[in-house]
Nanobody, 125 residues
């Protein structure tokens, strides 16, 4: 079992910044992918940014140049620095991780998909 806990959401004005954190815990042998998704009211969940172990991050076009995703592998933690926030960034932000639960899973490339409960980000004047 893997648990993801997000923190750092809140209410800010347009142009301000927030930093989200997500810590993974549990039976983790290794984490392949850590990512942030978001879901606004009435819309589908969408990928915001992801970082795959050993590769460069990927971002949704709508957040490029404003958001930065980073990982602390020693702490199994992923961050999302969000700058120049806009009202359209308002959503529930979810942490996602693709995890190897054991050495055998790593050898067999079997990944466990885990989600956090989400944290609300609201951008409004």
């Amino acid at each position: 079992q893997v648990q993801l806990v997000e923190s750092g959401g809140g209410l800010v004005q347009p142009g301000e910044s927030l930093r989200l954190s997500c810590a993974a815990s549990g039976s983790i042998f290794g984490i392949n992918v850590m990512a942030w998704y978001r879901q606004a009211p009435g819309k589908q969940r969408e990928l915001v940014a992801k970082i795959i172990s050993g590769t460069s991050p990927n971002y949704a076009d709508s957040v490029k140049g404003r958001f930065t995703i980073s990982r602390d592998n020693a702490r199994n933690t992923v961050y999302l620095q969000m700058n120049s926030l806009k009202p359209e960034d308002t959503a529930v932000y979810y942490c996602n991780a693709l995890v190897y639960l054991s050495p055998a899973d790593r050898i067999g490339n079997r990944l466990s998909n885990s989600w956090g409960p989400g944290t609300q980000v609201s951008v409004s004047s």
